[in-house]
C-alpha cells in the first residue's frame, strides 16, 4: 500500500526566504505526482503536476522536482510572500488499479510579514 | 475553464435524513471522483468513476451512495448517516482515469451530521 510523507509538518519562515517542503512516497511505481495548496475550509488548488517521466516542473516562483526511483519530490518556493500561508499537500497517482491520489498529511507554511 | 463545482456549499443532517452532494464540471473530463477530508487529516479516496462507470470503490459504507448520470456530473447520495461523517466532502475530475490527468478539485461540502 503507497504511503505519502511529508516533512516538516509545519513551518514558519520571515516574508522573503527561498524554502523547501519535502514528500516521499513508498512505492516508487506511480503515474504522477502532484502538488496543491490548501487554504483554511477551503478546497484544493491544484500547483504543479509531475508526470511519472519528468524531473521536474515550474511555475512562476514554484519548482517540483520528482527523483521517482528514490520515492521523493521536493517543492521549492522562491521569494515567499504571506499570501503563500496555507497547507501544502504532495499527493501521488499510483498503478496496479488504484486510480485515486493517494496524499500526504501536508505543510502548514506560514509567512511573517 | 479549470472549474469543479459543488452544491450545497454547507449541509446538516439529522441521522434518519436523505440527502444528496452534487458535482459538476464541463472540462470534458472523463474521471470524476469522490474524497472525504476529516479536520486536519488529508483527503481519502471514496470513489472513482471512470468514464461514468464506477472503477473502485475503496471499502466505503453502503450509507454512502454514488451516482454518475453522465459525464459532466457526480452526485453522492447520503442516507442514515453517523456523527463520524461529518467531514469536507470533496469533489474532483480529471481528463481520463488512469493517472495522466492533472485532478481538479471543486471547494467542497462540508457536512454536519447530528
Known amino acids: 500500500k503507497q504511503e505519502v510523507t511529508q516533512i516538516p509538518a509545519a513551518l514558519s519562515v520571515p516574508e522573503g526566504e527561498n524554502l523547501v517542503l519535502n514528500c516521499s512516497f513508498t512505492?516508487?511505481?506511480?503515474?504522477?505526482l502532484q502538488w496543491f495548496r490548501q487554504d483554511p475550509g477551503k478546497g484544493l488548488t491544484s500547483l504543479l503536476l509531475?508526470?511519472?517521466?519528468?524531473r521536474e516542473q515550474t511555475s512562476g516562483r514554484l519548482n517540483a522536482s520528482l527523483d521517482k526511483s528514490s520515492g521523493r519530490s521536493t517543492l521549492y518556493i522562491a521569494a515567499s510572500q504571506p499570501g503563500d500561508s496555507a497547507t501544502y499537500l504532495c499527493?501521488?497517482?499510483?498503478?496496479?488499479?488504484?486510480?485515486?491520489?493517494?496524499f500526504g498529511k501536508g505543510t502548514h507554511l506560514i509567512i511573517q510579514p | 475553464d479549470t472549474e469543479v463545482t459543488q452544491t450545497p456549499k454547507h449541509l446538516v443532517m439529522g441521522m434518519t435524513n436523505k440527502k444528496s452532494l452534487k458535482c459538476e464540471q464541463h472540462?470534458?473530463?472523463?474521471?470524476m471522483y469522490w474524497y472525504k477530508q476529516k479536520a486536519k487529516k488529508p483527503p481519502e479516496l471514496m470513489f472513482v468513476?471512470?468514464?461514468?462507470?464506477?472503477?473502485i470503490n475503496e471499502s466505503v459504507p453502503s450509507r454512502f451512495s454514488p451516482e454518475c448520470p453522465n459525464s459532466s456530473l457526480l452526485n453522492l447520495h447520503l442516507h442514515a448517516l453517523q456523527p463520524e461523517d461529518s467531514a469536507l466532502y470533496l469533489c474532483?475530475?480529471?481528463?481520463?482515469?488512469?493517472?495522466?490527468?492533472?485532478?481538479?478539485f471543486g471547494p467542497g461540502t462540508r457536512l454536519t451530521v447530528t
Open positions: 499527493a501521488v497517482h499510483s498503478g496496479g488499479g488504484a486510480d485515486g491520489l493517494t
Open positions: 512505492d516508487s511505481a506511480i503515474y504522477n
Open positions: 468513476y471512470s468514464y461514468e462507470k464506477l472503477s
Open positions: 509531475i508526470q511519472s517521466s519528468q
Open positions: 474532483a475530475s480529471s481528463q481520463e482515469g488512469r493517472g495522466l490527468g492533472e485532478q481538479y
Open positions: 472540462m470534458g473530463h472523463r474521471a
